[in-house]
């Protein structure tokens, strides 16, 4: 490969240090962009090499099982503005390179409600809309105003209405319609000078009242993911490897009736079950396979102690998911986004 490239464009990159996981996968050509503009002339080179080309923010959600092929493109678009306010509303937008912990830390800081629930999620703002991120009663859609894109085919900027953006739990259009077509460049949403605090969520509402303000829900949410979620500065890992599964009211009452002890919430007309509750009944928590294995202090986690690559973590989630689908008759669904071509020689 040439190394005479444009546009701070490198050649066969290793990704260990854009996956959260830490698997050591090349790329064949990687670049970090800063500007919109940056982004729109890369996307031109790779057109006219007619090169593939993948998306990635903080490397937190995804699995790469092998290397990627053309050019692998490194949001690292910032900034945080205010659009507009009023005496109990401000629009936000949030750059899509920006670290989303600090995006919930600047809100809390000024005093703006609606993310503090969301705090140490691991990842971008531009991922955030992606996956739809989730945590204790509250998800992304419900504060979401627009989504500002690029469109690949015209290079045009785009304002996409939360509305038109498909947002389901952990999904979005982004995440499979829209995924070779737009590039998030920012997030505007709608936060409150008045906040209203969502604590029905355990971890919360044990500890925290209807008087508590939103810089106590941060402090709350970041003691309690810190206790029981590894950081992947230390151990790799993409938090909650497992969706929490929905299912009807029949298999819920049927599951209840033959589990008194089973971990579920409302979801609608129907019931979503606990994953890492499963895990653990399954005998999964603290399980180690080779150099991976289940986290010890929260079975829907799961971590690489060593791997190279991810051969071992996969077998290790068919595992899980043969387990779990025996026990409960429930088939679990990875939530990191699965990336790489798999070689078996």
């Given amino acids: ?114 993310i503090e629930n969301l705090a140490l999620i691991p990842g971008t703002a531009g991922a955030a809309p992606v996956q739809n991120i989730g945590a204790y009663g509250v998800e992304i859609k419900d504060v979401i105003k627009q989504v500002t894109v690029l469109d690949r085919e015209v290079l045009e900027i785009k304002q996409l209405p939360a509305a038109e953006c498909g947002f389901g739990y952990r999904e979005s259009h982004f995440k499979h319609d829209w995924q070779d077509r737009y590039v998030i460049v920012s997030v505007t949403l709608n936060l409150t000078r008045v906040p209203k605090l969502i604590l029905n969520y355990g971890g919360l509402n044990a500890v925290l009242t209807s008087d508590s303000s939103i810089r106590d829900v941060f402090n709350q949410v970041c003691k309690v993911r810190s206790e029981k979620l590894p950081d992947p500065n230390s151990l790799g890992n993409a938090g909650s490897f497992f969706k929490n599964p929905v299912v009807n009211d029949v298999k819920h009452s049927a599951l209840k009736q033959k589990f008194p002890d089973l971990v579920s919430f409302p979801f609608g007309e129907q019931w979503k079950l606990a994953a890492g509750w499963m895990n653990d009944k399954a005998g999964w928590k603290g399980v180690r396979q080779g150099g991976v294995g289940v986290y010890d202090k929260q079975a829907l986690v799961l971590v690489n102690y060593s791997d190279v690559v991810a051969d071992g973590l996969l077998l290790l989630e068919q595992n899980i998911k043969h387990s779990i689908y025996e026990c409960f008759g429930v088939i679990l669904e990875r939530e990191p986004v699965l990336l790489g071509e798999r070689r078996d020689d």
Avoid at 72 to 78: E, F, G, L, Y
Avoid at 86 to 104: D, K, M, Q
Wanted: overall charge negative.
């Fill in 1 to 114: 490969m040439s190394q005479d490239l444009p546009f701070d464009i490198k050649a066969k990159i290793s990704l260990k240090a854009y996956n959260t996981f830490g698997f050591d996968y090349y790329a064949d050509y990687l670049v970090e962009v800063n500007t919109i503009d940056h982004l729109k002339s890369v996307l031109v080179w790779a057109k006219a090499k007619q090169y593939a080309v993948q998306i990635l923010g903080g490397g937190s959600n995804i699995l790469l099982q092998g290397n990627l092929q053309g050019l692998v493109i490194v949001n690292r678009i910032s900034g945080i503005e205010e659009v507009c306010a009023s005496n109990e509303r401000v629009e936000v937008s949030f750059g899509a390179g920006e670290i989303w912990h600090e995006c919930v830390q600047w809100a809390v800081e000024n005093g703006y409600g609606g």
